[in-house]
């Protein structure tokens, strides 16, 4: 492949819409933290979860899916999740299991992943159960970010139900990374 056309794989719409919502990071949390201007700080995180449609939809619909952007828009989506729970976590102390359970799902599932591109060379998307849970948890974060007064049973309840996906597709990407490892992803 020439230079040119391994450039063009690299900078793509999708892929500069990844980086634009690893750039709102920091602007969330100053605006959360520091500003406790919760409506921009949800208007921040409504931009970030529409540029991450917008380029999984830009990347299949233009076939620009790449493998950089098969890495980079999950990272962009986890960094995103961990920082705003992060600052939620200043007002729902409950959020701290969430986020810890997040980071470490994210931890053994990256190195796991990366085992089983290193053994068969193939960078796996994203499957339907880890859409759900990123759906769910922003949701939940929204409602967070919007409702301060809410009611503990409905805050538990969201971070329960976040939770309960969360490992469910936790356990399934394990699977899918074992057979990948062991040889038998393609049987």
């Not at 049973?153 to 490892?181: E, H």
Request: glycine fraction near 4%; proline fraction near 2%.
């Amino acid at each position: 492949m020439a230079d040119k056309d391994k450039i063009q794989k690299i900078i793509t719409l999708p892929n500069i819409l990844s980086l634009v919502r690893l750039l709102l990071i920091p602007l969330f949390c100053i605006v959360y933290v520091t500003k406790d201007n919760y409506k921009l700080a949800a208007a921040i995180l409504l931009l970030s979860g529409l540029t991450d449609v917008a380029d999984g939809f830009i990347a299949r619909r233009y076939d620009l899916v790449s493998d950089l952007g098969k890495v980079l828009d999950p990272a962009a989506d986890k960094l995103t999740q961990i920082a705003v729970l992060a600052c939620l976590i200043s007002r729902f102390r409950r959020m701290s299991l969430l986020c810890i359970l997040l980071a470490a799902k994210e931890l053994v599932s990256g190195i796991a992943s990366l085992l089983a591109v290193k053994k068969t060379k193939v960078v796996c998307s994203a499957e339907w159960h880890g859409k759900i849970t990123t759906v769910l948890l922003y949701a939940m974060m929204t409602v967070h970010i919007l409702w301060y007064d809410i009611p503990n049973i409905v805050s538990d309840l969201s971070i329960t139900i976040c939770v309960s996906f969360m490992l469910l597709s936790f356990a399934l990407y394990t699977v899918r990374n074992v057979r990948m490892i062991m040889g038998r992803f393609f049987d």
